[in-house]
């Protein structure tokens, strides 16, 4: 399945797809390599364009990035997006015991990859960052992902299944909260109220959400 049909897949039929995620062999390095890398510059770069080529009006002044600035949020924002993508991973894996689940370091890099889908993809809404705030409730469709995800590659019971979900969000938005604080410092001061929504869609899912989340 190419990278365009998985994506279609995840965010169209989540649950007939969670159990080919779950039986199809995979690693860290593919899953970063094939996918993970590849959808998280949908943000990073929708950001880039928006936050500094197209810019932000407000209060009827627009405001653009400079381009140094801007390359320096790009970079430093793409990075922390796939280290956030891990770092959910470990901790779904590390919480898997409290909800009676299995625990499974490729399964839970797997959840956490794929359920970051809806994050990503969202994240185009950050070309124009008036609208950046659609990314993120997009990504809020990456707690459905999770949860769904939850039962079939954590092998957790279903009732278990929102707690966990619950326990993986709120991490996922004290990340978020630390990736947005980090960016703020890389734009310049006019900008911030227009950096945060953009930062929004990479990690509500993982939000996010991520991300659902992303």
């Not at 039929?13 to 593919?30: M, Y």
């Not at 279903?158 to 991490?171: G, I, W």
Request: charged share 10%.
């Amino acid at each position: 399945m190419n990278l365009v049909e998985r994506v279609q897949a995840i965010l169209l039929k989540p649950k007939a797809t969670w159990p080919e995620i779950d039986a199809e062999p995979a690693d860290a390095a593919s899953l970063y390599r094939n996918y993970v890398m590849i959808l998280a510059l949908i943000p990073a770069l929708a950001s880039f364009i928006g936050l500094s080529l197209i810019g932000v009006g407000a209060f009827g002044v627009s405001f653009r990035v400079p381009l140094a600035s801007g390359l320096a949020n790009m970079i430093v924002g793409y990075v922390l997006s796939l280290v956030m993508v891990f770092v959910l991973a470990l901790i779904i894996d590390a919480m898997a015991p409290t909800f009676e689940g299995t625990r499974s370091q490729i399964g839970a890099l797997k959840l956490s990859s794929y359920a970051s889908t809806a994050a990503f993809v969202g994240g185009v809404f950050s070309l124009l960052p008036s609208l950046s705030v659609l990314g993120a409730l997009a990504a809020l469709y990456g707690v459905y992902l999770l949860y769904t995800g939850l039962p079939v590659l954590m092998k957790c019971p279903p009732d278990k299944a929102v707690a966990y979900t619950a326990v993986v969000v709120v991490c996922a938005i004290v990340g978020g909260v630390v990736i947005a604080w980090v960016l703020a410092l890389l734009t310049p001061s006019p900008m911030r109220l227009g950096a945060a929504p953009a930062v929004g869609g990479v990690v509500a899912a993982v939000q996010q959400a991520m991300g659902a989340m992303a």
